[in-house]
């Protein structure tokens, strides 16, 4: 393997800040990960690094699809061996470890479930005691905002801004009564249980902090107020000892506000801790010059908690374009237009990067060698795809939207992972209730509801409820008979899958699974086609394979480590869960992407079209009179970051569309473009004293120029 590319000197700088706690503010395509991952080669270095053990290190992402890259990338610089044993996952699964080691230590079991969100959508109605289920998913995201706040039923019932929040608090109080009794816990449980656990006990705290030497975090500015806290109380408040982390993030790309992650975690890190190394990285290897400058200008306009400016080698590159659409489907087509001209004409050609970094050119200079992954069509939000959609199957253009029905949110594979959860936790009344009616099996809501009285009344979960020798005086004998039949066959399943290990005894259990409860068949009898059924059943398979490649050792765990020993089946359900609620399944097609800028956000690509620039979209509808002026200037800022974190996603050429006119409910009404497109101030960018027949001809001798540089380097190197 050739010896990786030096690192520029603030990179440098960070991966041999051994210190203390350290900052990097990682500007977009600045870097970040290479930074994180040779940091984690330097801390492994016996002598001249910190020395540590794999064990002691762990480094903290947002998604699965991040810390798997981040584990290939270490395991590229340091090999397997050396790399065996890092604590690499989200902070979800870094949660799950804490409680499954540690749990007990605030009453939770080892074997505890984690809720999905239909399942927690269920609770609330019960909870509630309510069956209109958006009231439910309003509980459900008001419920979880307070979690991220840290906040207990009683704090948010103290600080309700009126009878909607006051009555949220009481449910929010019933809900958790509930989890605690079904040993259970929902996604933000993952982070504010650890917290509290840590909060509680000492010797726990200590074992943690003594164990873990460094902890990276990557993109920080996304952290809410409860992560926050958790990598506080794993790494020490430094008043002690010194806090060993490293921060990575960019507060110009804080995004996601309103799911709890708060910008003032980045204000908090040099007064918490006074020590704090705070190192800027601006160089960017991913876009031109125009693109910088423009993306400069536009969050120029927010306050600054700290400097940092992008800058690249990359030269000009192609203008930003701006253009108009007289509707929707004239913008589209414009779009479609656009993407087609550039496939023809072979895009730009620009000029080569600095070493080791990702040169912002097409791969060739002919049209064949631009691809349709190549292109990103980016908005606010998700119903501006439609018209997009429409135009590029008109054309066709193959393409995907970004953030469709997960694999995993399908019934089909609920269905299966509702029996798995119930192996782990037969406490788990939601998975409980999804098994024994999926497949139907002569077991009805009123025998369910005469059970879930039962256990209500002796207080024991639905599982336990069914084997009481008392249960006959509240069921007919037959009903009884039925649901014992069901809880010996989990019994003997749960049995099975404890002592299944390895891959190939894994996809004979399962498929045997299967074929008992007669699931294929079961897909056939709720579907009207065959095709949709088999279909189904082919997703089913898939998900076999999936689990049975975890058993087998083929695939490192999400939610832990580098080791990749053979599992049983009930192990891998010990932590389906998680693994499930932040999957991502990569995508290799040759499609062009749809997406909204929250979901392009780490993502980039040669040619970036934002569309629907318009005020009221991006930024959007910032005439809410329920905020405050303080909150409305907040959602500004925040909305400058979104349209800073789209332009920053191209390369090499970024057009900007706003629509003249557009449509609003049923009504079709003025545009106006977005005040962002002036903040970019691409006047300025325009040659003085030129004519635009001029600059227009100037630009193509410059495109002509590097072609044929281009064209001369290739030469050069076949010679």
């Not at 991502?584 to 979901?599: F, I, M, W, Y």
Request: hydrophobic content about 40%; glycine content about 8%; overall charge neutral.
């Amino acid at each position: 393997m050739s010896s990786p590319p030096s690192l520029n000197a603030a990179q440098m700088q960070a991966v041999h800040h051994l210190s203390g706690p350290c900052l990097v503010l990682a500007g977009a395509g600045s870097g970040k990960t290479r930074v994180i991952t040779h940091k984690i080669a330097r801390l492994l270095q016996p002598g001249a690094g910190a020395g540590l053990e794999a064990r002691q290190i762990a480094a903290i992402t947002f998604t699965n699809k991040a810390a798997a890259e981040m584990r290939e990338r270490i395991k590229g610089l340091v090999g397997g061996k050396a790399s065996k044993g890092l604590i690499i996952s989200t902070f979800h699964a870094l949660g799950v470890r804490l409680l499954r080691e540690d749990g007990a230590a605030i009453g939770l079991k080892p074997q505890f479930s984690i809720l999905d969100s239909d399942d927690v959508a269920g609770l609330l109605r019960d909870a509630g005691g309510s069956s209109d289920a958006a009231q439910a998913r309003r509980w459900q995201w008001t419920i979880s905002l307070w979690k991220n706040q840290g906040l207990e039923p009683e704090q948010a019932e103290a600080q309700a801004a009126n009878d909607d929040e006051r009555i949220a608090a009481r449910v929010m109080q019933r809900y958790q009564e509930r989890l605690a009794a079904y040993q259970a816990v929902d996604f933000d449980d993952l982070i504010g249980l650890p917290v509290a656990m840590l909060q509680r006990d000492e010797a726990v705290r200590a074992k943690w902090q003594a164990s873990l030497g460094h902890v990276l975090v990557d993109e920080y500015q996304d952290t809410n107020a409860q992560q926050y806290e958790l990598l506080r109380l794993l790494v020490g408040d430094g008043s002690e000892r010194t806090a060993m982390f490293t921060a990575v993030g960019d507060d110009d790309q804080s995004i996601y506000g309103w799911r709890g992650a708060t910008i003032d975690n980045l204000k908090r890190l040099p007064l918490d801790y006074p020590k704090l190394q705070v190192i800027a990285l601006e160089q960017n290897y991913r876009s031109t010059g125009n693109i910088l400058r423009a993306a400069n200008k536009v969050i120029a306009a927010n306050p600054k908690i700290f400097e940092k400016k992008l800058w690249s080698e990359y030269g000009d590159g192609e203008p930003v374009q701006v253009v108009e659409g007289d509707s929707e489907e004239h913008e589209a087509e414009r779009a479609v237009s656009r993407i087609q001209a550039l496939r023809a004409q072979g895009g730009a050609l620009l000029g080569a990067g600095a070493p080791g970094a990702a040169v912002p050119t097409d791969r060739s200079g002919g049209g064949q060698g631009i691809e349709w992954k190549d292109f990103a069509i980016l908005y606010r939000a998700n119903h501006q795809s439609r018209v997009f959609e429409q135009k590029l199957r008109a054309a066709q253009i193959p393409y995907k939207v970004s953030g469709g029905q997960s694999y995993f949110d399908r019934a089909e594979i609920k269905d299966l992972c509702a029996w798995l959860r119930l192996l782990v936790n037969q406490d788990d009344d939601p998975a409980f209730l999804r098994a024994v009616t999926t497949p139907k099996r002569g077991i009805g809501h009123q025998t369910l509801a005469s059970l879930g009285s039962f256990a209500g009344q002796w207080k024991t979960s639905l599982y336990e409820a069914l084997f009481a020798e008392s249960l006959g005086t509240a069921l007919s004998a037959k009903a009884v008979g039925s649901l014992h039949e069901f809880g010996r066959y989990v019994n003997d399943l749960e049995y099975r899958a404890r002592q299944t290990v390895g891959g190939e005894d894994a996809k004979a259990l399962l498929l045997g699974w299967l074929k008992d409860i007669g699931y294929e068949q079961h897909l056939h009898d709720g579907e009207d086609s065959a095709k949709v059924a088999t279909a189904r059943w082919s997703n089913v398979l898939d998900f076999v394979d999936w689990i049975a490649k975890r058993c087998g050792g083929q695939i490192t765990q999400e939610a832990g480590t580098f080791e990749a020993e053979k599992k049983s089946v009930l192990e891998v359900a010990q932590s389906i869960a998680v693994i499930i609620s932040l999957a991502e399944r990569g995508n290799d097609q040759n499609v062009l992407t749809l997406s909204t800028l929250h979901a392009a956000k780490g993502l980039e690509w040669p040619h970036v079209q934002l569309v629907g620039v318009n005020e009221g979209l991006l930024p959007f509808k910032l005439e809410d009179e329920s905020l405050s002026v303080e909150a409305l200037a907040q959602r500004l800022e925040e909305e400058r970051r979104l349209m800073y974190v789209g332009i920053t996603r191209a390369r090499s050429t970024l057009t900007v569309s706003w629509l003249k006119r557009r449509k609003r409910g049923r009504e079709t009404v003025a545009g106006a473009p977005s005040r962002f497109i002036t903040e970019m101030k691409l006047d300025e960018e325009r040659a003085p004293g030129l004519s635009p027949r001029e600059r227009l001809k100037a630009q193509r001798a410059e495109l002509a120029a590097r072609a044929a540089a281009a064209s001369a380097a290739t030469a050069d190197k076949q010679g």
